[in-house]
T-cell receptor
Framework: AQSVSQHNHHVILSEAASLELGCNYS??????LFWYVQYPGQHLQLLLK??????LVKGIKGFEAEFIKSKFSFNLRKPSVQWSDTAEYFCAVNGGSQGNLIFGKGTKLSVKP | KAGVTQTPRYLIKTRGQQVTLSCSPISGHRSVSWYQQTPGQGLQFLFE???????NKGNFPGRFSGRQFSNSRSEMNVSTLELGDSALYLCASKLTSLQETQYFGPGTRLLVL
C-alpha cells in the first residue's frame, strides 16, 4: 500500500530563514507528487506538483520541490520564509490506478516575525 | 471560474443521528472525491465518484456513503453518527477520474456531541 511520511510535525523559523520540509513515500511504480498548503482558516491549496519531466519543480509563492526517485523523496524548499508562510503543509501522492490522494500527516510551519 | 463549494460549512449533531453533506465541483469537473481530516489521523480518503459511479473507496465503515448526480454534484451521508466522526470533511474535484490535480473546497466541519 502507498504511504507518505512527513518527518517534521512542527517547524518554527524566523523570517528570512531557509525552509526544507521532508517528504518520503512508499510506492514502487510511477507516482504523481503534490504539496498542498492550508493557511489558518482557509482551504487546501495546491503549492506545486510533479507528474514527469524535470525533477525540480517550482510552485507558487517562491516554493520549489525536488523529486529524487532513488530516495523516494519529494522535499519542499523555500530560500527565505515570510511570516505569511505560517500554515500547515501536506505532501501527497497518487500512483498506479488510484485517482485518490494519499496524504502525509502534515507539517505545521510557524514563522516568527 | 468558481471553486469547489461545500454546504453547510458547520454542523452540530448528536450521536445516533445521520447527516448529509453537499459538494458542488468546479464547473466542467466530473470527478468528486471526499476526504476526512482529523487532528489524529490527518487527511484520509473516503471515496471518489465519477459519472455518477463510485470509482474508489477508502477504508471507512459502511455508515459512510455517497452519491453523485448527473450535474456532478455530490452528497456524502453518514448514518448513526459516533463521537469519532467529528472532523472536517473535504470535497475535491478534478476533470476526470485519472491522476490529475485535485482542487479542494473549504470543507464542512462536523461536530458530534
Amino acid at each position: 500500500a502507498q504511504s507518505v511520511s512527513q518527518h517534521n510535525h512542527h517547524v518554527i523559523l524566523s523570517e528570512a530563514a531557509s525552509l526544507e520540509l521532508g517528504c518520503n513515500y512508499s510506492y514502487g511504480g510511477t507516482v504523481n507528487l503534490f504539496w498542498y498548503v492550508q493557511y489558518p482558516g482557509q482551504h487546501l491549496q495546491l503549492l506545486l506538483k510533479y507528474f514527469s519531466g524535470d525533477p525540480l519543480v517550482k510552485g507558487i509563492k517562491g516554493f520549489e520541490a525536488e523529486f529524487i526517485k532513488s530516495k523516494f523523496s519529494f522535499n519542499l524548499r523555500k530560500p527565505s520564509v515570510q511570516w505569511s508562510d505560517t500554515a500547515e503543509y501536506f505532501c501527497a501522492v497518487n500512483g498506479g490506478s488510484q485517482g485518490n490522494l494519499i496524504f502525509g500527516k502534515g507539517t505545521k510551519l510557524s514563522v516568527k516575525p | 471560474k468558481a471553486g469547489v463549494t461545500q454546504t453547510p460549512r458547520y454542523l452540530i449533531k448528536t450521536r445516533g443521528q445521520q447527516v448529509t453533506l453537499s459538494c458542488s465541483p468546479i464547473s466542467g469537473h466530473r470527478s468528486v472525491s471526499w476526504y476526512q481530516q482529523t487532528p489524529g489521523q490527518g487527511l484520509q480518503f473516503l471515496f471518489e465518484y465519477f459519472s455518477e459511479t463510485q470509482r474508489n473507496k477508502g477504508n471507512f465503515p459502511g455508515r459512510f456513503s455517497g452519491r453523485q448526480f448527473s450535474n456532478s454534484r455530490s452528497e456524502m451521508n453518514v448514518s448513526t453518527l459516533e463521537l469519532g466522526d467529528s472532523a472536517l470533511y473535504l470535497c475535491a474535484s478534478k476533470l476526470t477520474s485519472l491522476q490529475e490535480t485535485q482542487y479542494f473546497g473549504p470543507g464542512t466541519r462536523l461536530l458530534v456531541l
